[in-house]
């Protein structure tokens, strides 16, 4: 369930940067009617900016963009299409072009989504850095969220279940976890089809253009039927 609502300030209206979960953007005729298959078709992906004309448009500091493009592991694609990242870059890409700029509230939906670990680290620090300035709110799973956020706000199917301090919260969340108790080993389930090989890749090569992204791999995989060869890149 979607709700709807307003926010009223005493003061002047803050700026507020909003970093949504999913990134969308312009194509250089200022249109924004991508679609996915672009991705594989180099003619049509020319008309996308790099990442590095993206992020000018924000500062001309390019000190300051390097920086955060190595913090968050970017900046091996600085000269590459916003339409060849995948969509882990693009989150990355994302952050790094709302630290580039300055707010009185930051809002971050899901920005844990598709980074790995060394990534969520960096972002963790990246947001706790920004919280001496601004005000931080940041929509994510419990396990994610960060240590500068002082109140928690529980949603339950779009209402509101729970708001308290962050302490408060983890207390409430300890004493309501019960973790699972099992007296023995958990079944296998045992499936009626056989077969000797689930899957297998015999000289498989995937170029992008130019680019080679998979050269001669050969793979096989199976489940209970004794070991095979593993992935050769």
Not at 111 to 131: A, C, H, Q, W, Y
Not at 197 to 217: Q, R, T
């Amino acid at each position: 369930m979607f709700c709807k609502g307003s926010i009223r300030f005493n003061n002047d209206q803050p700026k507020v940067i909003f970093v949504e979960q999913h990134y969308f953007f312009k194509t250089l005729s200022n249109t924004n009617d991508f679609y996915y298959q672009q991705r594989y078709n180099s003619f049509d992906s020319n008309d996308a900016m790099t990442v590095i004309q993206e992020l000018l448009t924000i500062t001309e500091d390019e000190n300051v963009i390097e920086e955060l493009l190595t913090q968050l592991q970017l900046n091996h694609r600085r000269n590459d299409s916003l339409l060849h990242l995948s969509s882990g870059e693009h989150k990355r890409f994302q952050l790094v072009k709302a630290f580039l700029q300055d707010a009185n509230i930051f809002i971050f939906d899901s920005p844990f989504t598709g980074l790995d670990v060394n990534s969520r680290k960096e972002v963790k620090e990246l947001i706790e850095l920004r919280s001496k300035e601004s005000t931080i709110i940041v929509i994510a799973d419990v396990e994610d969220i960060p240590s500068v956020i002082t109140h928690v706000a529980e949603l339950d199917k779009g209402s509101l279940k729970n708001f308290s301090t962050l302490k408060e919260f983890e207390r409430i969340s300890t004493s309501n976890f019960h973790p699972a108790r099992f007296n023995g080993d958990i079944p296998l389930q045992h499936d009626s089809v056989e077969f000797d090989v689930a899957i297998k890749f015999e000289n498989v090569s995937v170029a992008y253009g130019d680019k080679k992204i998979l050269s001669n791999i050969n793979c096989a995989r199976s489940f209970g039927r004794g070991r095979l060869p593993p992935c050769v890149v």
